[in-house]
């Protein structure tokens, strides 16, 4: 087992990888959590292969048990799912002496942490994250949210869990497309941060070996995730970093109604055309884009967004919770594997989209 400590000035929690870490969880979560009483949170999809499976093993381990399906997808991250979840939540009896577990992609690790912070002001959670894009981003550093009509992640917390338990294995079991969706998380580290991990990726014949690889991957980039968030935690400085290809990503996936693209196809046309751009400026070594262009096609992500109405992009960008009105922060490269913050003026976004 690979085990990576998140240590924060006010609390501490590890990360655990190992293949096939589902098939313990319960003797896992002895290990850390002495009450009774656990909910489970997780969706239709990750119930129908996981569920039973987790339940079962947690009631071996003399837990009282109770299993709370949402639906599966984005949907799911609203304020009406939230408050139903509040009902069954206090229904059951959860105290704060109680444990919630997540089970399941960004979606329910990101509503669940959220009910959690907020029920009875505040019950420990764990993560069990079942996505890669959940493995390697969101299930680590405590940003949990639910989505309003006006945009996605409008209300939210820093919420750490008590552990997050990742098995591998479970990769086996995601469709594809929810793979690569995870990949364009996997190559914006390399892309930031770690040029090996990006040349690494390059490197691979495709997903097969890049399964076969998968524990290394996620424990890099889990250990990016680890320094950028022990550095920043709040997000004022170099967190900001991990949301490079973000700014035009939401764009993109807020333009197509969250239906068209998944974060991760999103989050990849959003870096390569930040980048097309900046290296355009000079800002960025030049040939940066062209190899972008190549991995995020060995991942079958799209590179190229078709012709959009700028001034609705330019409108979505100005709504975006992180942006000044006048002045915003974008996140362009110097070169592979080194990333920058720069603050401009907003009305200068529309060079680089
Ligand atoms: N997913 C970006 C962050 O955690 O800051």
């Known amino acids: 087992m690979s085990n990576i400590m998140i240590n924060l000035s006010h609390k501490t929690y590890p ?4 293949r096939g870490l589902i ?6 979560i002895k290990k850390i959590y002495g009450g009774n009483k656990i909910a489970v949170v997780t969706d239709s999809n990750v119930n129908s292969i996981y569920g039973q499976k987790v339940e079962d093993n947690l009631k071996s381990e003399d837990y009282n048990v109770k299993t709370f399906v949402v639906e599966a997808g984005e949907k799911s991250k609203s304020v009406n799912v939230l408050l139903n979840l509040y009902d069954e939540l206090l229904d059951f009896g959860v105290t704060r002496g109680d444990l919630i577990v997540a089970l399941g992609g960004g979606v329910v690790g990101d509503l669940t942490g959220f009910a959690a912070s907020t029920t009875l002001r505040g019950i420990p959670f764990v993560q069990i994250p079942t996505s890669l894009l959940a493995q390697i981003d969101s299930s680590i550093g405590g940003k949990v949210a639910v989505d309003l009509p ?3 992640n409008l209300i939210g917390n820093f919420y750490h869990p008590e552990a997050v338990f990742i098995d591998p294995n479970v990769l086996k079991t995601l469709h594809k497309k929810f793979l690569h969706d995870g990949m364009g998380e996997v190559i914006k580290y390399g892309a930031i941060k770690d040029r ?3 040349d690494t990726l390059l490197s691979f014949n495709g997903d097969e070996e ?3 690889n998968i524990d290394e991957i996620i424990y890099t980039c889990c250990s990016i995730k680890k320094e950028v968030v022990e550095k920043d935690e709040k997000d004022k400085g170099d967190r900001m970093m991990l949301n490079f290809g973000h700014t035009i990503g939401h764009a993109i996936e807020k333009y197509f109604g969250y239906e068209k693209y998944t974060h991760g196809e999103a989050v990849a ?6 980048t097309k751009n900046s290296e355009a400026m000079g800002i960025t070594e030049k040939g940066t884009a062209e190899l972008l262009k190549q991995i995020l096609i060995k991942y079958s992500l799209p590179f190229e967004v078709e012709a959009l109405d700028k001034s609705k992009v330019l409108n979505t960008i100005a709504m975006d919770k992180k942006n000044d009105r006048d002045r915003m922060n974008i996140i362009l490269l110097n070169k592979l594997g080194e990333a920058f913050i720069k603050n401009i003026d907003s009305k200068l976004m529309e060079n680089y989209i």
């Open 196 to 198: 090996k991990l990006f």
């Open 23 to 28: 098939d313990s969880i319960g003797k896992e």
């Open 15 to 18: 990360i655990h990888i190992e």
């Open 210 to 212: 890049l399964l076969e």
């Open 150 to 152: 006006k945009g996605k």
């Open 269 to 274: 046309m959003g870096m390569y055309k930040i």
